[in-house]
């Protein structure tokens, strides 16, 4: 088995807070380029000759991957070893999450996680870009594509509503983060309860245990989430309550709409995004519940692929 390369970037988001941004990538494979002065570098762009006939490289266009609620940069890793065939493609753990800062003090608000998304894009010198972004990352990605669109040039909205889930959605949540039977022993348990035993779940899904089970940090008295649910909360009340269709309109970019047919966001609703979206293209995949590019990798991979290298062509 290859090894897998991870590398680690700082990045301050507003505040001072201070954020994890990764890349992912398998090693770059021996061969005549290798030979003749070096392989390139995860997701470098091919290298061209300039007047006097020497090589240069391009720079490949960038893709940032957001992640959702709960989740982190490292749920995107195989999504963005594909991409660093013709990408610069980077993870990055927002506020609360992850390996990024998780003050109880800090700001949680959409306008916060939007501009730590807008100073990602600065610091690491990805624009213009390509945002994919999984639930509550794909609000943050289309606020920011609304908000900047010349720093976006292509949009992947990934099972994320743009109607008001209301206050009853939020008790509901809360009451599934107290039935959590936190420390848990195991790893094992982890993914058995997330993937088997959690009564929110309509049906058995290893996929889900997987998800959880890479947001969980080992304590002295067993596992616990490595974020705070008292937090998620917090970051959860500043959408919920609002609808989200006015931001989508001003979004310019072609954007693809991606639902799991078993997922949170509904046909009809994933239609009307499309609608509403200037340039919108709907996608489905089969088999997939919320965490589709966990859920169904191929298939994701399927649909997202072609239309990034439609709207975000490498090499130019």
């Excluded at 890793?77 to 109880?104: E, F, I, N």
């Excluded at 790893?187 to 035993?197: H, M, P, Q």
């Excluded at 499309?274 to 995949?285: N, T």
């Excluded at 919320?290 to 975000?312: G, K, M, N, S, T």
Aim: net charge negative; hydrophobic share 40%.
């Amino acid at each position: 088995m290859s090894r897998r390369m991870v590398r680690r970037i700082d990045v301050t988001g507003v505040d001072g807070i201070h954020l994890a941004a990764w890349e992912f990538a398998d090693p770059p494979k021996a061969g005549p380029e290798a030979v003749a002065g070096g392989a390139p570098e995860p997701g470098a762009a091919p290298r061209a000759l300039d007047s006097r006939g020497e090589t240069q490289r391009r720079k490949p266009p960038g893709v940032l991957l957001l992640h959702g609620l709960m989740g982190r940069a490292s749920h995107w890793a195989s999504t963005a070893r594909w991409l660093t065939d013709r990408y610069r493609a980077v993870a990055l753990d927002q506020r609360g999450h992850g390996r990024s800062d998780k003050p109880d003090e800090a700001r949680y608000d959409r306008e916060a996680y939007v501009a730590d998304a807008e100073a990602a894009l600065e610091q690491l010198d990805l624009a213009p870009v390509a945002l994919v972004g999984h639930a509550m990352g794909a609000l943050t990605a289309w606020q920011l594509a609304a908000k900047r669109p010349d720093l976006v040039q292509a949009l992947v909205i990934s099972d994320m509503r743009a109607s008001a889930l209301g206050e009853q959605s939020q008790r509901e949540w809360e009451e599934w983060f107290t039935s959590w039977p936190v420390p848990f022993a195991t790893l094992a348990d982890v993914r058995r309860w997330f993937g088997e035993d959690d009564p929110s779940l309509e049906r058995s899904r290893a996929s889900r245990g997987e998800f959880f089970a890479e947001v969980m940090a080992e304590r002295e008295d067993g596992w616990r989430p490595v974020f705070s649910p008292e937090v998620m909360m917090r970051v959860r009340e500043a959408w919920v309550h609002d609808a989200h269709w006015d931001e989508l309109a001003q979004v310019r970019c072609p954007t693809l709409v991606v639902r799991g047919l078993d997922g949170e966001l509904g046909r009809a609703e994933a239609q009307e995004m499309v609608r509403v979206l200037p340039r919108g293209i709907y996608a489905e995949v089969t088999e997939a519940g919320h965490l589709i590019h966990y859920d169904q990798p191929d298939d994701w991979r399927r649909v997202v692929e072609p239309f990034l290298q439609a709207a975000l062509p490498a090499g130019t």
